[in-house]
């Protein structure tokens, strides 16, 4: 089990390029996941809790699964409509529009 990070003659310490980019990369998803909480709060206008927008950066940091289900019960009414891969709503094509 390696670390990530090496050091060299010198006392510098370097952070290999694939833990580098594995950083940007978790980074990345976050600011996705930021993004697309904050419009979907402003598309089906849901107001936020007592956190404001700080909230949408936030809840992807502390539980990424819980925002990822919280943002599908919110687009979708998976009670009466099944999901669907690899379709541009994630539904079946006959699902209603919820907004």
Known sequence: FSSTTTTYAGGV?????????ASAWSLYL??????????????????SGCCGELEDCLLPCCCTTCTVSQMA?????????????????????????LV
């Not at 310490?13 to 980019?21: E, F, K, N, V």
């Open 73 to 97: 019960r919110h687009t979708a009414d998976y009670d009466n409509d099944e999901g669907k891969f690899l379709t541009t709503t994630g539904l079946s094509p006959n699902s209603p529009s």
């Open 30 to 47: 976050l600011f996705l996941m930021f993004r697309t909480r904050s419009f979907i709060r402003q598309r089906y206008e849901i107001e």
């Open 13 to 21: 310490t370097y952070m290999p390029i694939s833990a580098a980019l």
